[in-house]
């Protein structure tokens, strides 16, 4: 039986602009976003009311242990806008004692006091999305702030943390940008270690095929770093970070001791969450399900199944876990990796079963295995840092192609 979720997630999906590599669902509103009688108020209006009634219908469930109002861009947002999400998200599950609330703020959104206000409704996490430090890079990837920006951003929420206002913060950064090479990049992570971030999420940059990025990299116009580069690139930041006191505990992901994202670890384990918002995953008993992603079709969804629809769509799994490829895929990427067996049996599968598909899968991961980028120890697998994690699909890809083999 699949414990019930105790995390939510709140999709804002309002940003000033879209950025070149984004593809997420969201709604640009241009610079006026909050401006008095801008059609931006409108917008974000009609949308809570929405989310609200959302929130309001779905099924209950028990106290949240983290909830995460990611977007978009939440920053855009008033504080007593978000304060009324929380408290109905609250009115509706409970928040265990202790709960972390993280929120994505966008350097150039906000100042140091909208942050004591967001404080103030009960978040205690800020992920910062800085992506670069460096104002050529953050203009040639459609970014609204420059480097000064961000650093005084970084500033601001630190200075908070280190009054004990927030139990943590991160900040994000994109490596493998066009135009990055090695020595440029070094100097993104100095720069990001100075701000003191507790908590750094570098992601790679994925190229989206909808997207300004993706049509210039169709036309061989995006100035990538190549697969090798990449890999020293990702080398460098894990030695790096590594001698910082960080440590990597999902490809992504670096935290100092005690600052590992709750909320995010609750996706990696294949435990279930609630997801509410236009294109918003949840997966509260297991399989994803999610929203359509245009406000419109948000709002049909809403309109035409009503709570009905949501009890079915979000209940009829219920007995039903997340399929075991896709947990292998998020479990892989946790340091600790997976107990295959102990995953196999979770969802059901019988001791023949196990003994006969995972005798197969190990078959398939044997290069890797061979190769060291995958480690084999006491029934669990994991990727060995840094080589496996720079090269996870590999391994992703032949679990996938074992995955097919037996469906
Ligand atoms: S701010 Fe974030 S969500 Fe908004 S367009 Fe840029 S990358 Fe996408």
Request: with cysteine; proline share 5%; aromatic share 10%.
């Amino acid at each position: 039986m699949v414990a019930p979720p105790r995390s939510a997630y709140l999709h804002i999906p309002f940003c000033h602009k879209r950025c070149f590599y984004c593809d997420f669902s969201i709604i640009p509103l241009g610079d006026s976003a909050q401006a008095p009688g801008s059609p931006g108020i409108n917008s974000i209006n009609a949308y809570l009311d929405l989310l609200h009634r959302e929130i309001s219908i779905a099924p209950r469930g028990p106290a949240l242990s983290t909830i995460y109002l990611g977007g978009g861009t939440p920053s855009l947002l008033k504080k007593d806008e978000l304060g009324d999400l929380l408290r109905n998200l609250q009115r509706k599950f409970g928040f265990q004692d202790g709960a972390e609330i993280t929120m994505e703020v966008d350097p150039a959104t906000f100042v140091e006091n909208d942050l004591k206000g967001y404080i103030d409704i009960g978040i205690n996490r800020f992920s910062l999305g800085g992506q670069s430090f460096d104002d050529i890079t953050l203009a040639s990837i459609g970014r609204k702030h420059n480097g000064s920006q961000l650093i005084e951003a970084c500033n601001w929420v630190n200075d908070l943390f280190k009054e004990g206002m927030l139990r943590s913060w991160s900040l994000d950064l994109i490596q493998n940008l066009p135009g990055l090479n090695l020595s440029k990049w070094l100097i993104e992570l100095e720069k990001a270690v100075k701000t003191e971030a507790p908590h750094l999420s570098i992601y790679d940059l994925t190229i989206e095929p909808d997207t300004v990025f993706g049509r210039r990299h169709e036309k061989g116009k995006l100035n990538i770093p190549i697969e090798s580069e990449a890999q020293k690139i990702d080398f460098v930041t894990n030695r790096f970070l590594k001698s910082k006191g960080f440590s990597r505990y999902e490809i992504s992901s670096y935290s100092l001791p005690g600052h590992a994202s709750r909320h995010n670890r609750v996706y990696w384990s294949g435990s279930g969450w609630w997801g509410f918002g236009m294109g918003a995953t949840s997966a509260p008993w297991g399989e994803r399900f999610s929203r359509p992603r245009t406000i419109a079709g948000y709002k049909k969804w809403l309109d035409q199944q009503g709570s009905q629809f949501l009890e079915r769509t979000l209940f009829k799994e219920k007995s039903k876990p997340m399929p075991l490829d896709e947990l292998l895929m998020i479990g892989l990427r946790r340091r600790e990796g997976v107990h295959l067996e102990e995953l196999a049996k979770n969802v059901g599968w019988t001791q023949k079963e196990c003994d006969k598909n995972l005798e197969l899968l190990h078959k398939f991961w044997l290069n890797s295995l061979n190769q060291g980028s995958l480690v084999r120890k006491n029934g669990r697998y994991f990727l060995s840092n840094p080589k496996g994690m720079q090269i996870s699909n590999q391994v992703l890809i032949q679990m996938f192609l074992w995955w097919d083999s037996l469906n």
